[in-house]
């Protein structure tokens, strides 16, 4: 929704999705499998940071992957439409921007091209906000927006969590937006 097909400037409408090691990264790794799989036109490349591939044996649709470190921000910039940001999420601790984060989250700072970051950009405090993390474009809150969402500048911030369980909305007095139609993601800011 973001980025139509017509307004990417590449002509193969490629996109880096960029996964860490924990449970941002594994949302990285569906996010890039929705790519493929339900706007087909896109070619992801899931750029696994310093950590090993997992894969799923007899996979019949692997997603091709490209080695992220050393990160080169030119090569980025020149080869792909957006990144997307799975490296880090609600779930890092302040200090995890080190060590083989700190060169890709390094590179993520001085790409030209948009980035979408999922749940929360990689580099921010959950509560407080940036900190010297990403600046990304777009923001995708998964299942609600986190305190941090309200320091987000991007141009537009979705939220995806339309199959939330009723029970899980309830004990955390969550009021999510109605989703038109089949879609997953609604948006809460408008495209600036």
């Not at 580099?123 to 010297?132: E, F, H, I, Q």
């Amino acid at each position: 929704q973001a980025f139509p097909l017509p307004s990417l400037p590449r002509k193969q409408p490629t996109v880096l999705v960029v996964c860490g090691p924990a449970q941002n990264g594994a949302i990285g790794l569906v996010c890039a499998r929705h790519l493929r799989s339900f706007v087909g036109q896109r070619d992801p490349r899931v750029g696994l940071g310093a950590w090993p591939m997992v894969g799923c044996p007899g996979d019949p649709h692997p997603l091709p992957t490209v080695c992220v470190p050393p990160p080169q921000v030119q090569l980025i910039n020149d080869a792909y439409n957006a990144v997307v940001d799975a490296v880090l999420g609600a779930e890092a601790e302040g200090g995890e921007g080190g060590g083989p984060c700190a060169a890709i989250l390094d590179a993520l700072k001085h790409v030209r091209i948009p980035i979408v970051s999922l749940d929360v950009p990689s580099g921010w405090d959950v509560d407080a906000g940036s900190s010297g993390g990403i600046s990304p474009d777009v923001l995708v809150s998964l299942a609600a927006p986190k305190r941090c969402a309200r320091r987000f500048l991007g141009r537009q911030h979705f939220v995806a969590g339309r199959f939330l369980p009723y029970d899980v909305q309830k004990k955390f007095e969550l009021n999510p937006p109605p989703y038109p139609g089949t879609e997953c993601v609604v948006a809460l800011r408008a495209p600036r």
